[in-house]
């Protein structure tokens, strides 16, 4: 490896013979999939887990319960005389509300006979997180003729993990922590190098026998059976404010559940004749309802747990744009966030320049001292262009002029971040280049630093201007254009549309290769094109920068052999340099990208298309477990008789995952709503072969709320309305 391939590879020589992964990179020495965990989150807490319930600590273990990117408790298992119970079920909620998992004792024996037996003791755990705090039951029963003494130990520690280090960065210093011990439990302390004091307080009620800074020990007779129940509490408390006493666990449960149907009730539900599309349905409306997080602007979708439990910028924009037929509040929600976060100063630290919406916020330790640069990080190329597209789909759904008038201001200064800071030569075009040293090296969606490259493999120099960021910006002034016209500044309107025409066909000229038959992944900082065939030039079709002719090429080669692998269409073709379908971004499948692939679809009224990829995602839902949709998984063609092949180390929930089936069933349908005429349109409305009916309802717009039920039949949908209230009208297009 010569001096200029060693400046360029993303990874670095750490010793003779091994490659050291450098740029956030995650390692994997074990896989997400493997442990299959069970996740819960409420606001600012989550917790990851075991099929037992259990926190189990160990190298690259994931596992516990964080607050604000510090992991509060890293290790939680159960014993019953001893040794670890036998698992009878486990399972999350359809509504993410709880996690209940079913144990029995295993046979105990002494000298050389059973003292008894197996499956006489049940243990039922239920666990559910509350404002910052983890609630757990413990209900045990003596099924046996017999009584019986029972021996139940809690082993517990909490290592104040920052996520970074868990993710695998190296600290030369910690923080140190301390203990106190009370008779009912025990409260870790946590003093950090950045001066802030983090709090793990665990109580037990009743009071164990016994308990140390690693243990808890308690001892029940019970009768045959008897039944009994006793309650752990863990709060995570950072700050000095003096702690608040848990509520007890069933009064947090109930006001736990009170806030989730509060927050559910404003979406539209949707059923379907599929009962396994359905049961996918449920599983991400409830993944998305637990990643949302109440900020002061309003709720926020958290990107995905286990490493991006925090606010993303282009994540929140797309999970919104998903759901925005659906529940708008949630576009509401992340458009004030991202105003109230927009960057105002220069900093090349965070890559903060005026006007540039945020790509990444983080609370933690290693944030605030500056170790990694994402306390509030801007490295995002293309969070300030789908700000604004956002926000005019958001006026169009719900006719919101207030709202926009107060974003009006932001709106415009993200325009002027396109024109002055995002287009760095002045070419017209939008480009990146890393200005810190510990920022991402990558700045689109496909952030990683090895997916960004020419047709032989060699990594760009210079800035990079991507294809879809154009298309972005295009839609972006577009959309821009709409606002201004609505609030009343006509010249600013006719000027942004001029520009985005104007765009266009430079983009056009610039960015087409005849030689691959579709558009250049990117332009380096020597204006060359990378002449890969990628997905991103399906994002192009969801702008509607692409010329119909090449859109349809484009849509062709995506459902070719090279890209569809029967499941979903890879990052990049099969036939690229760098193609491998095992890896982050160059060949996997990401359910997001194939959302907006078909809304794209979609917009050029490429149907077929639509459903073909809609029925592989299905396809691929089908065997996830839970029915949830990860972050990714591999882009392995679709073999009879074998599922998809997961991802080690993928979230899973992940916020625009969970929102993609809600996009597919927008594409197909063609579900178009305008709240200025309380209109509910059905451009080319189509179903795949595996639903026959669907029953959308309580779907609001402007004052009216309405139910729909939509029937196929052959490749023709009836639209039917169930129920109206107000005046919304309901329109087919063939």
């Not at 994997?28 to 819960?40: D, F, Q, W």
């Not at 946590?190 to 307080?201: C, E, F, P």
Request: proline share 5%.
């Amino acid at each position: 490896m010569n001096e200029r391939d060693r400046e360029a590879s993303p990874f670095s020589d750490q010793a003779e013979g091994i490659l050291a992964p450098i740029q956030f990179y995650i390692p994997a020495t074990t896989s997400l999939l493997e442990r299959r965990p069970r996740t819960l989150k409420h606001g600012d807490t989550f917790g990851v887990f075991d099929h037992y319930g259990n926190i189990v600590p160990g190298k690259g273990s994931p596992e516990g319960i964080y607050h604000k990117d510090t992991r509060h408790l890293s290790d939680l298992r159960i014993f019953v005389n001893g040794a670890r119970p036998l698992l009878l079920s486990s399972t999350i909620q359809d509504n993410n509300a709880l996690l209940r998992v079913d144990l029995t004792n295993p046979d105990f024996v002494e000298d050389g006979g059973i003292e008894f037996p197996r499956d006489v003791i049940h243990i039922a755990r239920s666990w559910f997180l509350w404002n910052g705090i983890g609630y757990e039951r413990f209900g045990i029963r003596n099924f046996d003729v017999h009584s019986h003494e029972i021996e139940f130990s809690i082993k517990f520690a909490a290592d104040f993990a920052d996520m970074f280090e868990i993710r695998g960065n190296r600290r030369e210093r910690r923080g140190k922590i301390s203990h106190e011990i009370s008779r009912d439990g025990v409260t870790f302390i946590y003093k950090g190098l950045d001066d802030i004091v983090r709090r793990t307080v665990l109580r037990f009620d009743p009071q164990p026998r016994s308990v140390d800074d690693r243990s808890a020990h308690f001892r029940f007779d019970l009768m045959p059976q008897e039944r009994m129940s006793f309650f752990l509490s863990v709060a995570c408390e950072q700050g000095s404010a003096a702690p608040e006493r848990p509520a007890h666990f069933l009064p947090a449960l109930r006001e736990a559940r009170r806030a989730l149907r509060r927050s559910t009730k404003r979406a539209a539900s949707v059923e379907s004749s599929n009962e396994v599309f359905n049961e996918v349905l449920c599983r991400s409306m409830a993944d998305i309802y637990m990643l949302l997080t109440d900020t002061e602007c309003g709720p926020y979708p958290y990107a995905g747990i286990p490493w991006f439990s925090t606010a993303f910028g282009r994540d929140g924009i797309v999970t919104a744009l998903q759901m925005l037929w659906v529940d708008p509040a949630i576009a509401k929600g992340v458009l004030k966030f991202l105003a109230a976060t927009q960057a105002t100063e220069i900093d090349p630290q965070s890559e903060a320049e005026p006007g540039k919406i945020l790509h990444e916020t983080r609370s933690g330790e290693m944030a605030r001292l500056g170790e990694v640069p994402f306390a509030l990080y801007y490295g995002s190329i293309d969070s300030t262009p789908l700000f604004v597209v956002l926000a005019a789909r958001y006026l169009e759904r719900t006719g919101d002029r207030q709202t926009l008038s107060q974003l009006w201001p932001n709106i415009e200064a993200a325009l002027v971040w396109i024109d002055e800071y995002g287009d760095r030569d002045g070419d017209g075009f939008v480009e990146y280049e890393r200005a810190g040293d510990g920022g991402l090296v990558n700045q689109g969606w496909k952030d990683s630093v090895d997916s960004v490259f020419h047709a032989d493999g060699t990594w760009p120099e210079g800035s990079i201007a991507l294809c879809e960021v154009q298309g972005y910006v295009y839609e972006a002034k577009r959309c821009a254009a709409d606002i201004a016209e609505t609030l009343g500044y006509s010249a600013r309107a006719a000027k942004l549309r001029l520009e985005a025409e104007s765009l266009r066909a430079r983009f056009e000229d610039v960015f087409w290769c005849e030689q691959i038959g579709t558009y250049a992944l990117a332009l380096d900082g020597r204006k060359r094109p990378c002449k890969v065939r990628s997905s991103n030039a399906g994002h192009l079709l969801f702008s509607g920068i692409a010329s119909p002719e090449r859109a349809q090429r484009v849509a062709d080669q995506l459902l070719g052999s090279s890209f569809f692998t029967g499941w979903g269409v890879r990052t990049i073709a099969s036939t690229e340099a760098r193609y491998n379908p095992m890896s982050y971004h160059n060949g996997s499948i990401w359910p997001h990208d194939n959302a907006l692939i078909g809304l794209g679809f979609a917009r050029y009224g490429l149907k077929q298309h639509v459903l073909r990829l809609f029925s592989g995602l299905f396809g691929a839902a089908v065997y996830m477990d839970m029915r949830r949709l990860p972050e990714l998984f591999c882009g392995f063609r679709k073999a009879p008789g074998k599922g998809p092949t997961f991802y080690p180390v993928a979230c899973s929930p992940q916020a625009w995952s969970s929102a993609a089936p809600f996009a597919f069933l927008q594409a197909s349908l063609g579900l178009e709503l305008c709240c200025s005429g309380e209109k509910v349109l059905f451009r080319q409305p189509r179903l795949p072969d595996f639903i026959d009916e669907v029953v959308i309802s309580s779907l609001t717009i402007g004052q009216s709320e309405i139910d729909i039920l939509l029937r196929r039949y052959g490749t023709d949908v009836s639209v039917n309305v169930l129920r109206r209230t107000g005046r919304a009208d309901v329109a087919v297009t063939l």
